[in-house]
């Protein structure tokens, strides 16, 4: 996958906040609890692994959104308030304290709509090129100009549905 909600969030910061609800909700919890100094959270329901959470998921905490940059466990996570790029270092949530709520919203149906159709306006398959196929999407040389172009057009297609 080119991109995840996370890339969503840095074009969009108030996108969870404002529109998550035409997302799809992956997980809620009214008693996840954060890490000391705000670089994690834990939630003894297990949600991040499996569900389809995982790095580069958002989870609005409180009413703060931050993305995922590590899973440490299937309980617990290391977040980062939104960066610039995922290769820049993780920012503290320092303002989110004890016991929060936590939900997580996706994107990734509209996100992999968009993804497709970009796909195949390039004259590509999705999908990895095959043997005796047509060439794929891991054909694309400048994956960050396709990138966002996806981020814009599933910001696009989440904006006129809400």
């Known amino acids: ?65 931050v993305e995922i940059a590590e899973i440490a466990s299937a309980t617990q996570a290391a977040i980062s308030l939104v960066r610039a790029s995922t290769d820049d270092p993780a920012i503290s949530a320092r303002a989110l304290t004890g016991t929060v709520t936590m939900e997580c919203f996706t994107f990734a149906p509209q996100i992999d709509q968009v993804r497709r159709r970009i796909v195949r306006a390039l004259g590509l398959a999705p999908g990895a090129t095959t043997e005796d196929g047509p060439l794929g999407e891991d054909r694309i040389v400048d994956t960050g100009a396709a990138a966002h172009a996806i981020a814009l057009g599933a910001l696009h297609l989440i904006f006129a549905a809400a």
């Open 1 to 65: 996958m080119l991109i995840t909600d996370r890339d969503l969030l840095a074009l969009e910061p108030r996108l969870f906040n404002d529109v998550g609800w035409i997302g799809q909700r992956l997980h809620r919890s009214t008693s996840a609890t954060m890490m000391a100094g705000g670089v994690g959270i834990t939630d003894a329901s297990g949600p991040f692994l499996g569900l389809g959470i995982g790095v580069g998921s958002v989870l609005v905490i409180g009413e703060t959104p």
